[in-house]
């Protein structure tokens, strides 16, 4: 399989500029918490004059918001990576909502739909599990049942008489019969 490479958070911050600056996304509130908390969590990603500058009042909400995001695509990869986690903190609604994050959770790193994936396990059905189960319960009593040791079949007798649950009593009262005559053989 061919090994794939997911976008650095610089470039995903690119793709989810114009979501994040539209009017209306994010509030002049939480844009604030996430300046703060680059600048305090993280000074060395926000110093307090950057943090000032792009806590302006004075300047619109999509100016600051949009300078920050510029701001932060210049100093590196891993300054937009705190972004995205400060942004994930404060408003993990929109977080999720982002362009970037649909992309990434629609393909695995399989290549695999993820909302097809779901149902990769159960893709045969109840059918084909109740089948299986049988099998393996008929195989199950099958070698419980024809040992040759006598002492154990009394044991199948035990667990079958106070089975009416788990088999009908029809086919339960043929299994005791059966049993009752290859212990008389024997």
Partial sequence: MPYRTYPSYCD??????YFLTRNGRLSEHVVDKIILQLNRVYPQILTNKEAEKFRNPKASLHIRLSELISHLQKKGDKHCQEF??????????????LPSRKILKTSA??????DKENYILTDRGPMFFFACFSVA??????????????KVI???KKILGFSPIIIGRHVRNICMVY???TSRKN
């Fill in 12 to 17: 995903r911050l690119r793709q989810d500029m």
């Fill in 84 to 97: 995205y986690r400060a942004l994930q903190i404060n408003a993990e609604q929109l977080y999720n909502d």
């Fill in 109 to 114: 790193s399989t290549g695999i739909d993820t």
């Fill in 137 to 150: 319960a008929g195989l199950a009593l099958f070698m419980y049942c024809w040992n040759p040791d006598p």
């Fill in 154 to 156: 009394g044991g199948a």
């Fill in 179 to 181: 049993m009752e005559d």
